[in-house]
């Protein structure tokens, strides 16, 4: 089970890698962001984690991934993190929740959209977070580097 979760993953960061336009040779790293947070992600809410929590830290993995091979391959990081969070974003539940409203079933709609709308702010506070610990490390590192 675990393995089409990983080959689902990774063809849908890929091929929103090509539809968002990624350069071509960043196409299988798109997929491989997208495939990393993933496995973090269900291996944290088979360990019993809550979606909300867990989809923090997935994102913020796929951020730490992102800037590595931006760093690396030269590229903006915006060309990694943006295919690898594909697999994270609450669609599905959207769309529940978007039907239970339509079918005037509002305590339901109004439960499932909160979970949606947390799940997605997990996601962008794990981005957020991520780029965060990034400019703090960096400026860390710059100031004891003048100091020496």
Do not use: H
Request: charged share 15%; net charge positive.
């Amino acid at each position: 089970m675990l393995i089409e979760y990983a080959i689902a993953s990774f063809f849908a960061s890929a091929a929103f890698g090509i539809i968002y336009q990624a350069p071509r040779n960043a196409i299988i790293k798109c997929g491989l962001v997208g495939m990393v947070g993933w496995m973090i992600y269900v291996s944290l809410v088979w360990k019993e984690v809550d979606s909300v929590p867990a989809t923090l830290i997935a994102s913020f993995v796929i951020a730490l991934v992102s800037q590595t091979l931006a760093k690396v391959y030269k590229t903006p990081m915006i060309i990694f993190s943006v295919p690898g969070i594909i697999p994270l974003v609450p669609g599905s539940l959207a769309y529940d929740a978007m039907r239970n409203f339509v079918q005037n079933d509002y305590s339901v709609a109004i439960s499932i959209a909160a979970k949606a709308f947390m799940i997605s702010g997990a996601i962008a506070f794990g981005l957020v977070f991520s780029e965060v610990l990034n400019q703090i490390i960096k400026k860390m590192r710059k100031t004891k580097a003048q100091l020496r």
